[in-house]
């Protein structure tokens, strides 16, 4: 994809699969047609899959809507805003049109870096829905993952997030996610992690839910990942104000957000 292409992808946003998203959340199962689906619940549709030859070899697509604009062999989600501009619903056909507004290389102690944003804008009958802006880093092949901050303001409120490896399967079996981080311990270690790696996406769907508890529907959601959580880790959901976070082992941040 260079950057002036555009992808589009059609789906019927069936209930069904957000039932699923939303046992995999933990929460109720019952979706109907029409239904106000939950924020990020636009992760698991549009479906773009590749075949397997061609896969790179983390799992990712090599080239195409996956892959734009770098030629460096590691990905990783960082972070992205996303606005909802009318309730995306289930049910009702979904059309997202996606494209790359920007790319930067850069270099730094860990070698080469890409810093690509993605626009992806859903439309339901002929009205946009919601717009994000996906902001992804590729790096070279031995360069290390970032290790995040450390948090050291107060809480107002936190809570357990109890992950497991069936949830970060299911997840990737409902996003179409095959990359290797995810589910290969050998692969992720390799890669320069600890473990298996929690998605970051999978992260702002939990943290977007915890800040919908307050706020009730959300209009907008700012969040950054900042260092990788890895499966088994002690996590909490964590909010101070209208500030968010995903907190870690030893008070490690992996995600800060801010949520409207």
Request: net charge neutral.
């Amino acid at each position: 994809m260079s950057q002036s292409q555009s992808i589009t992808l059609n789906d019927r946003a069936d209930p069904a699969r957000a039932e699923a998203l939303l046992v995999t959340l933990g929460k109720s199962a019952s979706v109907e047609v029409g239904a106000v689906l939950p924020p990020f619940a636009h992760l698991v549709y549009f479906w773009d899959p590749a075949p397997a030859n061609g896969l790179g070899t983390d799992g990712h697509p090599s080239a195409g809507s996956a892959a734009p604009m770098s030629d460096l062999p590691l990905r990783m989600w960082t972070g992205g805003r996303v606005q909802w501009h009318a309730p995306f619903r289930a049910g009702i056909a979904a059309r997202k049109v996606s494209r790359p507004v920007g790319v930067t290389r850069k270099s730094g102690r860990s070698g080469k870096l890409d810093f690509v944003t993605i626009r992806h804008e859903v439309f339901q009958r002929g009205a946009l829905v919601l717009t994000e802006d996906q902001d992804l880093v590729y790096r070279e092949a031995g360069s290390d993952a970032a290790e995040g901050p450390v948090e050291t303001g107060e809480a107002d409120e936190r809570r357990a997030l109890k992950l497991d490896a069936a949830t970060l399967f299911r997840f990737s079996a409902l996003t179409f996610n095959a990359h290797r981080i995810h589910y290969d311990v050998e692969y992720a270690r390799e890669a320069g992690y600890g473990g298996i790696v929690v998605h970051a996406p999978l992260l702002a769907t939990v943290l977007a839910g915890f800040a919908a508890e307050h706020l009730g529907a959300l209009s907008a959601f700012t969040f950054r990942a900042t260092a990788p959580l890895i499966l088994g880790d002690v996590a909490w959901l964590c909010r101070a104000g209208d500030r968010y976070w995903v907190e870690g082992s030893r008070r490690r941040v992996s995600m800060t957000a801010e949520a409207r």
